[in-house]
C-alpha cells in the first residue's frame, strides 16, 4: 500500500511534503522551508511527525528544521557530505544507505549539481521520488556549485526510475519552465497539453506537482537533452548530451 502523500505550499513558492504510514503512524516530512505550514497540517491530520529528511543544504529548504524537531522531537536526516553545513543531523546518509518509513524502505539518491551534497528520496513501493531542487517540474535546479555533466548525470539516474513514479520536487516554477522549454520544442504536442493543463491548475490554486515521471521525460527539455530535436534546437546536431544539455542550462539561466 502507497503511503499517504501530502504537498504542502510554503513561503513564496515551496513545497514541502508528508509521507504518513497508517498502520506504523510514522509521518516523515520532506524539506522544511518552514516550520508553521508543517505544523498546521500534523495537526490538522493528527499525524506525529517521526522524520525530518533533508535534500540539501539551502535556506529554503532547512530554515524550519530546528523548530519542527523541537516541537515534535522528530529525527533529522540529511547527507553526510553536507553535514556541516546543515542542521544536526540524527543521521547522516550516504548513496548506499537506506532506511525505513513504517513498512517502506527508502532509498537515498546522489543527485549533485545544483548543490554538490544535494540528494533525492525515492519510495520504491509508493512510486515517489522528492527531488527538490534537481528534478523539476518542467524543469531542474540552477547549477549553483556542480558543472553541467554532473548535473546531467544527476538526471539520469532520475530518468532511470518508473516512468509511472510522481516527482516531488520543491518549487512552483513550472509554467515559467514549461515558457521556456516551449522555446525549443514548439511541436511537442505533449508540451503544448501540459503548459495548459498547468495555466489551469495555476489558475485555480492548485499545485502543478507531483507529476508523473513519464511527463517529464516527454516534455522536460533537461531530461530531453540526448534526443535529435532538441540537439537540432540548440544548434548541436552532433554533440553529445551532456554538451546539448550544458548548452539548454546556459540558455535558460539567460531566459
Ligand atoms: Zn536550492
Ligand atoms: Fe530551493
Known sequence: MALELVTIP???????????DADSGQTAVIDVPDAAPILAELRARGWELSDILITHHHDDHISGVQTLREATGAMVLGAAA????LPPLDYA??????????????RVIDVPGHTIGHIAFHFPLSGYAFTADSLMAGGCGRLFEGTPAQMWQSLQKLAALPP??????????TASNLRFAATLEPGNAALMLRIEEVATARAA???????RLQTELDTNPFLRAGLPALKGAVGLPDADA??????IRARKDRF
Open 242 to 247: 551532456a554538451t546539448v544539455f550544458a548548452e
Open 10 to 20: 510554503c513561503r513564496t513558492d515551496n513545497y514541502a511534503y508528508l509521507v504518513h
Open 93 to 106: 546518509l550516504t548513496e548506499t544507505a537506506s532506511f525505513e518509513i513504517g513498512a517502506e524502505k527508502v
Open 205 to 211: 490554486g492548485r499545485p502543478t506537482v507531483p507529476v
Open 82 to 85: 553536507d553535514a556541516h553545513r
Open 164 to 173: 509511472d513514479t510522481l516527482i516531488c520536487s520543491g518549487h512552483e516554477y
